[in-house]
């Protein structure tokens, strides 16, 4: 039918990273590599997805971005009052 299941998922390098499907042990080194691989293509602003729920991974994503050395600075996304995702803005 389809490709093996347990075939690494790539995802695009697009400035927009979803972390719904990982676990917050992941984000730990998948966030500081998805902004190096960002700024290799020239994206300087990406928006992270980290949805509402108990504020968790959007806590550690935050730490995460406090450490990141070409993170200039990250707030929650604005508009239609959307608290799940952050928008982070990098230096090159």
Not at 20 to 25: A, L, N
Not at 46 to 64: A, D, E
């Amino acid at each position: 039918m389809s490709s093996n299941d347990n075939d690494a998922v790539e995802f695009p390098i697009d400035g927009v990273l979803d972390l719904h499907t990982f676990s917050p042990k992941e984000i730990k080194t998948l966030i500081p590599d998805y902004i190096d691989a960002c700024l290799e293509k020239g994206i300087t602003q990406i928006r992270i997805v980290h949805g509402k729920g108990t504020g968790t991974l959007r806590k550690i994503t935050h730490s995460i971005l406090e450490r990141h050395p070409n993170v200039i600075s990250f707030r929650h996304e604005s508009g239609g009052g959307s608290w799940g995702a952050t928008i982070v803005d990098l230096q090159k």
